[in-house]
């Protein structure tokens, strides 16, 4: 149980400290950190944000991360110095073991109280996202992080599927114990004068305002599907607004992405305004609201 359903989506609070210059970070319901892989990785080649005015923004990034070792020596030590609440590994492979590797190492040698297991990333090519758009693959790798952790284990599923209730079924009967959803769209913008995509990568992942009502109606899709099932709720949130929105659709927390790029102090207000819209909405616990509609 977290104190507020408010965290920061992996990828845009990094591993903390970044975000620590603009709040006490002990007021998050939670973090969710920068998506680990088993190697370093530098990323791909600049540029990688395309802005999307008022939409968003698109990202490609390419899982930029200084790889397993370096999270457990210096980057979850350094943010449990200055956050005692629960910290979210975001987990990322290009293959089974990959996955299975990273996830024991954090289990076993970090404090972090879930593992969120990346299989909907568009922006590197061989692994990523195509293990989350069959369900075949999303259940294989959810057995085998399964296999080598007693820690919840929560599969973040990729938006660019045709029925994201059969991804998401998969994942629950093969042990996850929780959803994160959704990742990025994915999407591309084009440079009219230079005639090039903006991105290097050509296309990358849509995220921000745009995509809430797509995140909205899968949160509430999967909430059907699988309605045991706790859900984090991701996909352009804003506002406390936007908070309640994604709970009555299906989520019981909710991760916030873009909207920290734009406004690093937006947690912090949601967190702040929550209370004074409960109670003009007549909400008296937040519990009491998740997939009424
Ligand atoms: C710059 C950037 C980096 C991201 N990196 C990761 C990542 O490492 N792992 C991951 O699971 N999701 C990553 N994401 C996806 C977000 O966590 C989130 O699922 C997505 O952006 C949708 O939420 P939003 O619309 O609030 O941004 C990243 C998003 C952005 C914008």
Redo the contacts with the bound molecule.
Sequence with gaps: MLKNPIIP????CGFGMEMSEWMDLNHLGAI?T??TTRDARYGNPLPR?AECGAS??I?A?G?Q?PGVDEVIRHEMPALRKIYQGPIIA?V?GFNVEDYAYVCQRIDQETDAAIL?V?I??PNVHNGGMAFGTTPEAAAEVTRAVKAVTRKPVYM?LSPNVTDITAIARACVEAGADGLCL???VLGMRIDIRRRKAIVANRYG?Y??PG??PI?LRMVNQVHQACPKTPIIG????GSAEDVIEMMMAGANAV?????N?QNPQVCRQIIDRLPKLMNELHIEHLQDIIGIV
């Design positions: 989506a992996s990828g845009t969710a920068k998506g944000i968003g923004l990202n990034v899982l991360n975001n990322s969120e990346n909907s990333c973040k959704i990742n990025t992942g995220s921000g995509i809430f995140a991701c996909g352009g949130v991760e916030i992405g873009a909207a790029l």
